[in-house]
């Protein structure tokens, strides 16, 4: 996992690709957005480049990943961050 990471900070596509085609990920946009939620020693701009990708599965992720978040009770400005 942890060279899966190294490897998803430097290349986003390839850094996920390698975790597929390890069996540390599920192709599903769900066990991705749950993979960059987490977060543990992910670049947060290698994150953000990975969900702004315009496709209709980084669009996906990008809908799950949102919705692994809370935002009940924030003030815009705390939601943003």
Known sequence: MSIGRKK???DPKKGIE???E???LQ????DVAQFLHK???LSKT???DYLGERSEFNEAVLRAFV???DF???ILVQALR
């Open 8 to 10: 998803f900070n430097m």
């Open 18 to 20: 390698y975790l597929y």
């Open 22 to 24: 390890n069996g540390l």
């Open 27 to 30: 192709r599903t946009p769900e």
């Open 39 to 41: 977060g543990e020693g």
């Open 46 to 48: 290698a994150i953000g």
């Open 67 to 69: 919705e692994l978040h």
């Open 72 to 74: 009940t009770d924030l």
